[in-house]
């Protein structure tokens, strides 16, 4: 069976074609949320296009930007329109309970990676993802999704910066830098920017598992988490395709 499954966030949309549970390729573009419906209508169905030589048989759609959900799905009804279709909401099967008393205030994304990350931890589970925000999901077996931490990713907190200080013209290169204490604006901006990133996914794993008495399995996302992995001592895996694969999973349980 093939299956178009799409992540919709508020920089990128994450788009993948999987073939018998198995991912065959993916591609990633600009969510332009400035765009007027009929030109992003015409940008999605060219990626889409691109992706997919032949009609999927179903696809799956994830969004934390409610105006381009409905461009989206009127742009696969148009493009797939014997596919069956599945809008992923807080209703679905995540293989979890969501233990909060108002779930429609959890991310979908954050959901569907938490799904994948339970699958493969088979027990106690955070999901880190590291995007327009850093997130940590916190999974346990006994009471579901019970919540999480959301901050600045690296690159919002920095362009932030950037915006504020006069003299911080760039965001740095991120990698590993010479020395911790930075001697010029530059190697001092790439050591917050790498070992301030690095400390804080140590230390809120480190915060999550006292206050809940227990270890996690740690899985972590986003394209600049492998550079973190030499680093942390969380012992955090890679999943390159976490929120992807969490899609294809909430499908199978859902179809």
Same mark, same amino acid.
């Given at each position: 069976?093939?299956?178009?499954?799409?992540?919709?966030?508020?920089?990128?949309?994450?788009?993948?074609?999987?073939?018998? /549970?198995?991912?065959?390729?993916?591609?990633?573009?600009?969510s332009?949320?400035?765009?007027?419906?009929?030109d992003?209508?015409?940008?999605?169905?060219? *990626?889409?296009?691109?992706?997919?030589?032949?009609?999927?048989?179903?696809?799956?759609?994830?969004?934390?930007?409610?105006?381009? =959900?409905?461009?989206?799905?009127?742009?696969?009804?148009?493009l797939?329109?014997?596919?069956?279709? @599945?809008?992923?909401?807080?209703?679905?099967?995540?293989?979890?309970?969501?233990?909060?008393?108002?779930?429609?205030?959890?991310?979908?994304?954050?959901?569907?990676?938490?799904?994948?990350?339970? $699958?493969?931890?088979?027990?106690?589970?955070?999901s880190?993802?590291?995007?327009?925000? =850093? =997130?940590?999901?916190?999974?346990?077996?006994?009471?579901?999704?019970?919540?999480?931490?959301?901050?600045?990713?690296? /690159? =919002?907190?920095? #362009?932030?910066?950037?915006?504020?200080?006069?003299?911080?013209?760039?965001?740095?290169? @991120?990698?590993?830098?010479?020395?911790?204490?930075?001697?010029?604006?530059?190697?001092?901006? *790439?050591?917050?920017?790498?070992?301030?990133?690095?400390?804080? +996914?140590?230390?809120?794993?480190?915060?999550?598992? $006292? $206050?809940?008495?227990?270890?996690?399995?740690?899985?972590?996302?986003?394209?600049?988490?492998p550079?973190?992995?030499?680093?942390?001592?969380?012992?955090?895996?890679? #999943? $390159?395709? @976490?929120?992807?694969?969490?899609?294809? +999973?909430v499908?199978?349980?859902?179809?």
């Open positions: 069976m093939s299956l178009l499954a799409i992540d919709i966030g508020n920089t990128n949309i994450v788009a993948g074609l999987f073939q018998n /549970k198995t991912l065959q390729q993916h591609s990633r573009f600009a332009h949320k400035e765009f007027q419906q009929k992003w209508q015409q940008m999605a169905q060219n *990626q889409m296009q691109a992706l997919c030589k032949n009609e999927p048989q179903a696809w799956i759609l994830a969004s934390v930007v409610p105006d381009l =959900t409905a461009y989206c799905i009127a742009t696969l009804k148009q797939y329109p014997k596919a069956k279709g @599945l809008v992923v909401d807080h209703q679905k099967n995540f293989g979890f309970k969501i233990a909060l008393k108002q779930p429609k205030q959890v991310g979908i994304d954050r959901l569907v990676n938490s799904s994948y990350a339970y $699958e493969l931890a088979q027990g106690d589970v955070i880190i993802d590291l995007g327009t925000a =850093t =997130t940590f999901d916190v999974v346990t077996q006994e009471q579901g999704f019970i919540g999480g931490v959301i901050m600045p990713g690296f /690159k =919002t907190a920095f #362009e932030s910066l950037a915006k504020r200080a006069d003299q911080i013209k760039e965001i740095p290169e @991120l990698k590993k830098p010479k020395a911790v204490v930075g001697d010029n604006t530059l190697a001092c901006l *790439q050591s917050g920017l790498y070992h301030g990133y690095a400390s804080i +996914i140590d230390g809120m794993v480190q915060k999550i598992s $006292e $206050e809940q008495k227990r270890d996690f399995k740690v899985y972590i996302t986003g394209g600049l988490a550079l973190f992995l030499n680093e942390t001592k969380c012992g955090a895996r890679y #999943e $390159e395709h @976490l929120t992807l694969k969490g899609l294809q +999973i499908w199978e349980r859902g179809s």
